[in-house]
């Protein structure tokens, strides 16, 4: 167990989380105009590189996991930071397509490293299934990340265009995200063996445990494909919903509050409820707000927005504390690698796949998200909380 207090650890991977969302996963949001206009390509292809990326931190992810296990987080957010600093400086050096597409290589590598799911295995593996509070503090940090990244990066591109930007980003992970992340204390992960023996643990391997991986993932996948398509497509939805440019703009500011409103709620309230429970109520919030925004139309975007907000907020939190809760720490960074490697695929592709269907259908694009809503609600409800011997 580190002797370090909890609060500074939970304050030192939140703020590495930060800068490590904003310098990655809420970079081409600002910097891919200028990208495709200075490098002759368009917006789509320096978003499909990005997609590629995220495909490739899917892939990943039970490999970081499993290297998390045996080692400790530490020293994998460490080299995480690295991996940043390389895959930007490649980018702001980028002439062309070809070393543009391999910054994003190395970006998404970096990212199957050092975003959240390495996060929750590194405290997974210092606090065992006290983590669960732990994890709840670095997403109400790191929940800021679009509101810090996205005017850093905006900032940095106004004063030094989008390759100063690059370089600002990996300055910062150099000198503030990666010696904070060697701050973390080495300890490593509970022995798996002594953890097999605790009776609050799912046996490993069984055959119970690998229906509940599934429908877990399953859950996961769904609500990572609406998270990710909305997050791309929020304003237009509204729009196509019957509110206006402003409205819709003004409404969709009101996502992050939510999300992190949500978040103090499970660090408060809920936290005294199984993550099963909690994650129950985030998957229902969504289909209930598409069900009053079409049934209603333009003035129910706000309360749209919050359902949504709301349940995306306590999703983020359930996929660390969930699979810790079901079955328990010794495997927890292989296991949670492969539990969210749908969810991260679902998540590149929807932006692109649902906003064809938005092209096509409007505001009635919603009646997607809100059935996976449903069919993940239903996926929770077949999953019950392991039982002590």
């Keep these: 167990m580190s002797t370090r207090p909890r609060s500074l650890v939970v304050a030192t991977l939140g703020t590495t989380q930060t800068l490590s969302w904003g310098s990655s996963y809420y970079l081409p949001a600002i910097l891919a105009t200028p990208i495709a206009a200075e490098l002759g390509l368009s917006r789509a292809a320096v978003f499909g590189m990005f997609s590629g990326a995220l495909l490739l931190t899917a892939f990943l992810g039970p490999t970081a996991g499993r290297a ?85 990066s905006a900032l940095m591109e106004a004063e030094f265009g989008w390759r100063g930007a690059c370089i600002g980003w990996a300055l910062l992970h150099l000198l503030v995200a990666m010696p904070l992340n060697l701050f973390l204390p080495r300890t490593p992960p509970p022995a798996p063996k002594a953890v097999a023996t605790r009776a609050d643990a799912t046996p490993p391997d069984s055959a119970s445990q690998r229906r509940a991986m599934v429908l877990l993932a399953f859950m996961l ?7 990710s398509a909305l997050g791309a497509h929020l304003p237009t939805l509204l729009q196509a ?22 978040r ?31 049934a209603l139309g333009a003035p129910a975007a706000v309360a749209f927005v919050l359902l949504h907000g709301a349940g995306n907020g306590l999703v983020t939190i359930a996929r660390g504390t969930l699979p810790l809760a079901l079955f328990g720490p010794a495997g927890y960074g292989h296991r949670q690698g492969l539990i969210t490697a749908p969810a991260r695929a679902t998540s590149a592709l929807a932006p692109f796949g649902f906003g064809l269907l938005v092209d096509w259908a409007g505001a ?10 449903v069919l993940a609600l239903m996926s929770l409800l077949m999953l019950q909380p392991p039982r002590p011997n």
């Design 241 to 262: 919903a019957g509110a206006t440019a402003g409205a819709a703009i003004a409404a969709s500011a009101l996502l992050g509050p939510a999300q992190v409103g949500a």
């Design 221 to 227: 996948a769904a609500t990572g494909f609406t998270s």
């Design 364 to 373: 009635d694009a919603l009646w997607l998200t809100a059935i996976l809503g």
């Design 264 to 294: 103090i709620l499970e660090f408060g309230l809920l936290r005294r409820i199984h993550p099963l429970a909690s994650a129950r109520i985030a998957t229902a919030t969504h289909p209930i707000g598409v069900a009053v925004l079409l």
């Design 68 to 152: 998390i296990d045996k080692r400790g987080g530490r020293d994998v957010l460490a080299l995480s930071n690295l991996l940043f600093i390389a895959g930007l400086l490649l980018m702001a050096s980028a002439q062309g397509a070809v070393v543009l597409a391999l910054s994003w290589a190395i970006l998404g590598v970096a990212m199957a490293m050092g975003l959240y799911d390495a996060a929750f295995a590194t405290l997974a593996g210092l606090y065992g299934k006290e983590a669960r509070n732990a994890i709840t503090g670095i997403t109400l940090i790191a929940g800021f990340a679009s509101t810090v990244g996205w005017p850093t």
